[in-house]
């Protein structure tokens, strides 16, 4: 299903019945890179997933953006949608779209959950990104509109800095790390929760960056735990990897 912001198309999926829980993509990712991850929250739950701008079938625009944008979208969908509230499960890139939901929009976030993510990036962070693909080959078949999506989504994170704001999130949440994740890394989240008043922390061993295609399973157990109001094993924070 598609809907029009700021005059843009943007794509988003809708399924099941239950607590609305949106989940936002990172970088590389569309609504469809969720599926191993979906049919486990399905029960009980209404899934809404959503391709940002210069994602999926999301529109391209032309010139760049600030990450701001795709706050502002997300918040377009809730209207969209009739949600007055709804939980997020967000990771990397969609993490801190999610972070900027939740503190700038505090009564339209029930619970969230955030994965390799973290609140500031560098001002040439989208140099990083595309160049730790381009290392491993993965952008060497990409058309050129292709790349240029992955070049202005990726340079709409640099220089981002939410520290400041992380005290405005006040809806619980839960904050992700994996053993591997070098693109950003545990001390990253530590920031994360020590800037958050209502936190819990959970680490999730021999993974890299990308949770949701490494460790589906366990993901989806951890947010149907956290989200049902369950405890969740917290983890040391301490000295992180």
């Not at 990397?92 to 976030?109: E, I, K």
């Not at 990036?121 to 290392?135: D, E, Q």
């Not at 058309?143 to 999130?169: A, C, M, N, W, Y």
């Not at 989806?220 to 924070?237: D, H």
């Amino acid at each position: 299903m598609d809907f029009c912001f700021r005059e843009l198309r943007a794509h988003y999926e809708d399924e099941g019945t239950g607590a609305p829980l949106l989940l936002l993509n990172g970088v590389y990712m569309n609504c469809r890179s969720w599926d191993r991850v979906v049919g486990e929250l399905l029960d009980g739950h209404r899934v809404v997933r959503l391709d940002f701008f210069d994602q999926g079938r999301s529109e391209r625009p032309a010139h760049d953006y600030p990450i701001d944008l795709q706050c502002d979208l997300v918040v377009a969908l809730l209207d969209e949608l009739g949600l007055r509230h709804t939980d997020i499960l967000a990771t990397s890139y969609g993490g801190v779209v999610a972070l900027q939901v939740a503190s700038r929009y505090p009564d339209r976030v029930g619970r969230l959950i955030v994965t390799n993510t973290a609140a500031h990036f560098p001002p040439s962070f989208h140099i990083l990104t595309l160049a730790l693909a381009s290392t491993f080959d993965r952008l060497s078949w990409l058309q050129p509109h292709v790349f240029d999506s992955l070049s202005r989504i990726t340079r709409s994170i640099d220089g981002v800095d939410e520290r400041k704001r992380l005290r405005d999130i006040t809806c619980p949440t839960l904050v992700v790390s994996t053993q591997w994740d070098n693109l950003t890394p545990p001390r990253l989240q530590k920031e994360l929760v020590a800037g958050i008043p209502d936190v819990t922390y959970a680490r999730i061993e021999g993974c890299g960056h990308v949770v949701v295609h490494e460790r589906p399973h366990e993901l989806a157990a951890l947010a149907k735990r956290f989200l049902a109001g369950e405890p969740v094993a917290a983890s040391p924070i301490h000295s992180p990897a």
